[in-house]
């Protein structure tokens, strides 16, 4: 084991432990299931994450949704339709809609209704469907927003206790540089899967495979195959990104390249807690989905609670993103003695000699 694996928690200055606030979890333990419970612990004791992770989604979303009001009003007008939208669902005028709009009104269709949105996307992802322009834009916003809070968050996580909106956002920034450099690299390797692996498989090996088949059922469990052959490498990096984010933050370290390699050293050395770590959460994950399925509102649905049940299905969908999150660090932090144990300092800003002037 390297030296900068097995630092104690309490001989570092600056590190959580070092306060007095933290102390060995569940995960100290090695326990995948104490990891999880750990990780579920700091989320509940960092409401404010969530609460701004969601509306930073808010946010990010409502420009669109201004846009695609307006030219929803504008294509109503004063028309006898107009009333009808308003008191149901009008898939006559519907359909007239999607087929005159152009921009974010293509994304206006009968799959973002209810449970039903969850599964396009699904398919989006899937079969690599390209989205509008704007839509892209947005995504390429909610991408880079991300990267930015991403420092923020898993520095609040792995400390597991409050640190204020300042030292917060000097994290946010401290670290953006440094997630900037692991998403191209990410980016690259993601493009290669969805673009080359993806085409390959769906482009060239599934029509040789269907060939000489004549039941449709058959051709579908074959595709369906090769969707799971497809999910393995991307979920195999999905996991390796995450945990060079936990030790780029955890260890302060500022090469993302030997972020990357450490994050593959502990996925080596803990196959086992690592993956079944993952099932939990995506079993997590899975459980909000069912209840999403069973509550989703349909088409009849007051305004008021279809968007009351989408916001909490938005909210759960942040949990559970951050529950990943947390988890893997608690696992991290209790397999390799770093419990409680951040090595940056507490971020302090603004940390200048003006700061002392301004206490004068």
């Not at 085409?199 to 060239?204: A, E, K, M, Q």
Request: glycine share 10%; with cysteine; hydrophobic share 55%.
């Amino acid at each position: 084991m390297r030296p900068d694996e097995a630092l104690p928690a309490l001989k570092r200055p600056g590190g959580a432990a070092s306060s007095g606030t933290a102390s060995l979890g569940p995960a100290s333990g090695g326990a995948v299931g104490g990891a999880f419970i750990d990780g579920l612990n700091r989320v509940t004791r960092a409401p404010w994450l969530v609460i701004g992770v969601w509306l930073s989604t808010v946010l990010l979303a409502l420009p669109l949704a201004v846009l695609l009001q307006q030219q929803i009003r504008t294509h109503l007008g004063a028309s006898m339709a107009a009333q009808s939208a308003a008191e149901g669902v009008n898939f006559d005028w519907w359909n007239e809609f999607l087929a005159q709009t152009s921009g974010v009104g293509t994304s206006f269709v009968p799959a973002i209704l209810g449970f039903a949105a969850v599964l396009e996307n699904l398919s989006t992802f899937a079969d690599v469907r390209s989205l509008p322009t704007v839509i892209a834009i947005a995504a390429a916003m909610q991408v880079l927003m991300s990267l930015f809070l991403a420092g923020g968050l898993l520095d609040r996580l792995a400390r597991d206790r409050a640190i204020g909106a300042a030292a917060f956002c000097s994290a946010c920034g401290v670290y953006f540089g440094r997630f900037v450099r692991l998403g191209i690299i990410a980016g690259a390797v993601y493009w290669v899967l969805f673009s080359t692996f993806h085409g390959w498989l769906f482009d060239d090996l599934y029509p040789s495979l269907i060939a000489e088949v004549t039941v449709e059922r058959t051709a579908f469990f074959i595709r369906l195959g090769l969707y799971f052959v497809f999910a393995l490498p991307v979920l195999f990096f999905n996991v390796l990104f995450d945990y060079a984010k936990v030790r780029a933050v955890v260890e302060d370290r500022r090469s993302m390249i030997g972020a990357i390699v450490a994050g593959w050293r502990f996925m080596r050395r803990q196959p086992i807690a690592v993956w079944a770590l993952y099932k939990l959460n995506v079993f997590l994950f899975l459980l909000v989905l069912g209840g999403y399925y069973l509550l989703a509102p349909g088409a009849a649905s007051p305004n008021a609670i279809a968007f009351g049940m989408g916001q909490l299905y938005i909210v759960l969908r942040v949990i559970v993103r951050l529950q990943f999150a947390a988890s893997q660090i608690a696992l991290f932090q209790g397999r390799l003695a770093h419990a409680g144990y951040v090595a940056r300092p507490t971020p302090r800003w603004p940390d200048s000699p003006a700061a002392e002037a301004l206490l004068k």
